[in-house]
C-alpha cells in the first residue's frame, strides 16, 4: 500500500488526508487499471467463491477459464448482469432481465451443469486443480484476443 503525505486540507488525490503524528496522511489504493479490470476482479472474486462453495473446480486450460470470467464481466458492465457469454441470445438485454443464464445459472445451480466449464466436477475430465484465478492470468489469457 502506498502512502502520501500531504499538508494540503484537501486535494483531487486525497479527498480527505487522516492525520497521524501531526502530519496529514493519505492512503491511496491501486486500481486495477480502470472500471473494466474492477469489473473482471469482481467476477474472478465471484467466480473464486462460488467454486469453492459449490465444490468444483475451473478448468485444466485456464484460459477457458480467463475468457468466461472476462466474458461475465463485460456482460455485468453493459447489461447489468453476468450473463452468460458461452451461449447465443437473440436478445442479451431480455435475457439478463430474465436471469435464467445468469451466472451462476440455473443448470449449475440446480444439478451443477456449467455450460461454460466454468464450474466443473471433480470427475469432469477437463476440471483442473485449482479454484483460483489471478487477475494476472486473465489479463494475459485474453490480452490476444
Known amino acids: 500500500m ?22 496529514r496522511r493519505c492512503v491511496v489504493r491501486a486500481q486495477a487499471g480502470g472500471e473494466a479490470d474492477k469489473s473482471v476482479e469482481i467476477m474472478r ?6 467454486a469453492r462453495r459449490s465444490s468444483t473446480f475451473f478448468c485444466s486450460d485456464k484460459s477457458v477459464t480467463a475468457v468466461v470470467i472476462k466474458g461475465l464481466a463485460d456482460h455485468k458492465d453493459t447489461l447489468g448482469a453476468p450473463l452468460c457469454p458461452c451461449r447465443h441470445y437473440d ?15 440455473v443448470p449449475m445451480r440446480e444439478r451443477k451443469e456449467c455450460h461454460c466449464m466454468l464450474f466443473l466436477t471433480p470427475d469432469n475430465d477437463f476440471a483442473g486443480e485449482d479454484q483460483v484465478i489471478s487477475l494476472e492470468e486473465i489479463k494475459e489469457a485474453t490480452s490476444k484476443f
Open 2 to 23: 502506498m502512502s502520501i503525505t500531504t499538508t494540503a486540507a484537501s486535494s483531487p488525490l486525497c479527498p480527505a488526508p487522516v492525520s497521524r503524528g501531526g502530519r
Open 45 to 50: 472474486k465471484f467466480s473464486e467463491q462460488y
Open 91 to 105: 436478445d442479451k438485454t431480455a435475457e439478463a432481465a430474465q436471469g435464467f443464464w445468469n451466472c451462476p445459472c
